[in-house]
């Protein structure tokens, strides 16, 4: 598939993602959304990739929301299958990823932007972002996973405060409620996802993903059964003979 609005860019393990819309403050209209459905199956199949990055193309703007133009085509019959089909299709996508996804937050991380990054796993700011959910302001609320996320993430009462009054936190507010992991000057943002990215790497891809699994499963009635199933799976793997050896005979474990 030829992808027009995002740019694929990968280097040794690590895939970066840009979403290619600068004028529109790099808005999620229906065919981005498709492209990163089709590009983020894609990067699960692929072995070679190991972590993934997802960003917005300039200095402006992450993502600064869903593409209003096309919320007026929005009627009580079809709503419920655009916000159901993004959030599987994407957000849900990239929850349960079996890689490690870092969001490089470089300005506007808006309504479906805001729920994008989200829906990574690390989220790293630059200095200039801006993070809200204004949705209230449009008559509607956020519909890509973000009510729940958000309150996963920041708790209840701050996460309604942010929705309710549509209020934009600055990076420094995001890092001080957990909203975002790091906040660095903008022009290191994709630095920093890089040298965590690195790290992530030396750990081995099969402990990776179960982390993600269990993890994931931590407000869920089932994650400490999850816990154990993922670990039960990682003791069948080649990484944990390799990881205890290295250990007790002094040297760097080999994943790989
Ligand atoms: N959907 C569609 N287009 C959008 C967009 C969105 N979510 N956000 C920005 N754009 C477009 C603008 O319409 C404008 O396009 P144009 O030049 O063709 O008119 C372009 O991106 C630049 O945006 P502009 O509003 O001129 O930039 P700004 O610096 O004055 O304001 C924002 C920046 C982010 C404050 C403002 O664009 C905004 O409020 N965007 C909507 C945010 C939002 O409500 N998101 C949730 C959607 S569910």
Redesign the pocket.
Known sequence: MNFENILLDQRNAILTITINRE???N?LNQATLSELHVALLDAQKKEAIRVIIITGKGS??FV??????E?RSLTPQNSGDFARSAQINVFNLIENSTKPIIAVING?A???GLELALACHIRIAGENAKLGL??L??G?IPCYGGTQRLASLIGKGKALEVILTSDMLSAQEALQVGLVNHVTPLSEVIKKAEEIAHKILKNPPHAAACAIRAVNAYDTSDGFETEINAFTSCVETDEFTEGVAAFLEKRDPKFN
């Open positions: 004028n529109k403050l808005a402006k703007s600064a929301g869903a593409d209003i133009s919320l506007y808006l309504g479906g204004p949705e302001k449009l509607l």
